[in-house]
């Protein structure tokens, strides 16, 4: 049984730091593509970052490209994002999810909320 699970948010003010992080088991991290999306209120989910158990590749959306960074420990078969110079806009539910390229495979986590207000 495949499970994640998030941690690490919270309320800070803009400019501030924070640190998810997603704890998986029944799977190994190195060998699924596994990222994290948010969904703001009123909004469609999106992707944030992710890791590709095709190449290895980072990939970051526009939003986040030079503030965001994921980042993965496999002997604690844990993945990170480390969030810097947060934003009001950066507001929302933090998910994490490992799926395969392929199909076959996509597990979600329950999510963790990041609150950025000033």
């Known amino acids: 049984q495949v499970q994640l699970v998030e941690s690490g948010g919270g309320l800070v003010q803009p400019g501030d730091s924070l640190r998810l992080s997603c704890v998986v088991s029944?799977?190994?991290?190195?060998?699924?593509?596994i990222g994290w999306f948010r969904q703001a209120p009123g909004k469609e989910r999106e992707g944030v970052s992710c890791i590709s158990e095709v190449d290895g590749n980072i990939y970051n959306a526009d939003s986040v490209r030079g503030r965001f960074g994921i980042s993965g420990d496999n002997a604690k078969n844990t993945v990170y994002l480390q969030m810097n110079s947060l934003k009001l806009e950066d507001t929302a539910v933090y998910y994490c999810?490992?799926?395969?390229?392929?199909?076959?495979?996509?597990?979600w986590g329950q999510g963790t909320q990041v609150t950025v207000s000033s």
């Open positions: 029944g799977v190994t991290v190195a060998a699924t593509t």
């Open positions: 999810r490992a799926w395969s390229t392929g199909g076959g495979r996509n597990y």
